[in-house]
Nanobody
Framework: QLRFLESGGGSVPPGGSLELSCAVS????????IGWFRQAPGKEREAVSC???????TNYADSVKGRFTIAAGAKNTIYLRMSDLSPEDTAVYSC?????????????????WGKGAQVTVSS
C-alpha cells in the first residue's frame, strides 16, 4: 500500500531552520525519484529539490541552493533540511514521487504525493 508520512512543518522567524521528513512505503525505492515541492498561496506549485534514489543524485531550485539540503535516510525516508529561511519560503511543502531516474532537475510531473506540511516564516 502506497503511503507518505510527512512531518516537521511549523512556524519559524526569518533566519530560522526547519527539517521536513517524508517516510515513503509501498514503492520500489531504488526505481524512483523523490522530491519536495511547495505551493504558496496564490502561486504555482514549484519544485524545490529532488533526489534520484539509485545514484543519490540531487538537484535544487536556484532559490534554495546553499540553504536547503535533501538527503535520503534509513527506512525509505527523505529529509529536507532548511536553513536561513525567509518569508518567501512560506508554503505548503509536499513530498512527491515518480518512477524513473531524473538527475538534472525534478520530474515535470509526479505520480504520487503526500498531503503536505505547512511551513510558515514570519516575525
Amino acid at each position: 500500500q502506497l503511503r507518505f508520512l510527512e512531518s516537521g512543518g511549523g512556524s519559524v522567524p526569518p533566519g530560522g531552520s526547519l527539517e521536513l521528513s517524508c517516510a515513503v512505503s509501498g514503492i520500489p525505492w531504488d526505481f524512483y525519484t523523490i522530491g519536495w515541492f511547495r505551493q504558496a498561496p496564490g502561486k504555482e506549485r514549484e519544485a524545490v529539490s529532488c533526489i534520484e534514489n539509485s545514484a543519490g543524485t540531487t538537484n535544487y531550485a536556484d532559490s534554495v541552493k546553499g540553504r536547503f539540503t535533501i538527503a535520503a535516510g534509513a527506512k525509505n525516508t527523505i529529509y529536507l533540511r532548511m536553513s536561513d529561511l525567509s518569508p518567501e519560503d512560506t508554503a505548503v511543502y509536499s513530498c512527491r514521487a515518480r518512477r524513473g531516474s531524473y538527475f538534472a532537475a525534478c520530474p515535470p510531473t509526479m505520480d504520487y504525493w503526500g498531503k503536505g506540511a505547512q511551513v510558515t516564516v514570519s516575525s
